[in-house]
């Protein structure tokens, strides 16, 4: 059965033809130059080719925004040890990266791009080095095989390393299959392990458990009291518009954190607003809303979400927020110095993310 069907205007439905990569180099370049066609990366990933491990080139290495990493090997199925050497390619490189100090990485990094870690990836989360080097450190890593078509036997793989390889890991194949028509190349990407990866690291968040309230307050209290007082006065004024406050996962944060979450329609689509604290400055308020251009455009939600945008530039302190959000399209996750909002500002912010909120509770 044909996948996909194109035509010029006017003419006949037809299938188009697949044809090859010349080498894997010629997919490799295509990921380099388009990360996003890479499962598990943001918008504003950035992609490393041919980074020194230790133990040879990683094809690709990908850092996001938050400081994620993701490794890519890609192979051809007309490679014969396709199978064998892209399993074991990956774990040897992970393995090398895997306690690797950030600044080793941040100097292979430059040595292979011409830039540093943080020109090169434009990050808004003030933890990003911090980040970095807690994955490096722990080897939490997304491992990704790019290939050209999917067999049975690496379904296999992918399913059993799922299964046996720890909360941290992840292992994904995405076959990126080529495509031309008379006028037209296409790739058609098809991802096999993602929903597996998914349950594990759900599985994982269930048995570590999330972060409480109390455990969020306790360690403001005693590493950033001056913002105390604000931090209850959020909690207050969520709790009175029944808003709820849920805690990060453990493993994902050393210091307890958590969001105030705000259902964006009835498919789960949340908004969040991130309460961060980190060792090296204060407690930070994160706008998270990524999600807003999933939710089925409409005249009540483009109006909803104008509206929020308009109230949140009206508080003071909030205004550049605001800004970012609506440039970047909501790819931004804007922060903000919780000491820079004062208690006013707070609860209007309150109402801002009230408003933004439909009637379907948070997930």
């Known amino acids: 059965m044909a996948t996909i069907l194109t035509r010029p205007l006017g ?50 290495i990908v850092v996001d925004q938050e400081g994620g990493l993701t490794l890519v090997e890609c192979k051809l199925a007309s490679n014969r040890q396709v ?9 040897d490189y ?14 292979r990094w430059l040595a292979r791009t011409g830039r540093s870690l943080g020109e090169s990836v434009a990050s808004a989360n003030p933890d990003f080095s911090g980040a970095v080097a807690a994955n490096l450190a722990e080897g939490r890593f997304n491992i990704v095989l790019a290939v050209d078509a999917i067999n049975d036997d690496l379904r296999r793989i992918v399913e ?11 292992v994904i194949a995405v076959a990126y299959k ?16 993602e929903e597996l990866a998914a349950a594990k690291a759900a599985a994982a968040e269930r048995a570590e458990g999330r972060w409480t309230e109390s ?5 403001i209290k005693s590493n950033d009291a001056e913002n105390l007082s604000r931090f209850d006065l959020l909690l207050g004024e969520a709790r009175r518009r029944t808003i709820p406050f849920v805690g990060s996962v453990r493993r994902a944060k050393r210091i307890p954190a958590g969001s105030f979450q705000m259902s964006l329609d009835s498919t789960g689509e949340v908004g969040h607003l991130y309460v961060y604290h980190y060792t090296t400055s204060s407690t930070t308020l994160e706008l998270s809303f990524t999600r807003v251009p999933k939710v089925a455009a409409s005249p009540a939600n483009d109006r909803r ?22 440039e970047s399209g909501w790819k931004r996750r804007p922060n903000v110095p919780l000491a820079d909002v004062s208690p006013e500002a707070l609860g209007r912010l ?14």
Not at 83 to 91: S, T
């Open 350 to 363: 309150m109402d801002a993310l009230d408003s933004v909120r439909s009637d379907y509770p948070a997930s």
């Open 160 to 170: 059993y390393l799922n299964a046996t390889s720890g909360p941290t890991t992840s």
């Open 178 to 193: 080529r495509l031309l028509s008379e006028h037209t190349e296409m790739l058609l990407p098809t991802t096999y392990g």
């Open 215 to 219: 455990e969020c307050r306790d360690w």
């Open 305 to 326: 979400f104008d509206g929020f945008l308009s109230g949140l530039a009206d508080i003071d302190g909030l205004r550049i927020a605001a800004e970012s959000l609506k």
């Open 94 to 107: 992970a393995s090398a990266f895997w306690r690797m100090s950030l600044g080793e990485f941040e100097q």
């Open 11 to 60: 003419g006949d439905w037809a299938e188009p033809d697949e044809v090859g990569y010349g080498r894997e180099a010629e997919l490799q370049q295509i990921l380099a130059d388009h990360p996003r066609l890479i499962p598990g990366v943001g918008d504003q990933a950035v992609a490393c080719k041919e980074m020194q491990s230790g133990a040879g080139p990683a094809d690709l």
């Open 83 to 91: 199978r064998r050497e892209i399993i074991g390619q990956m774990f």
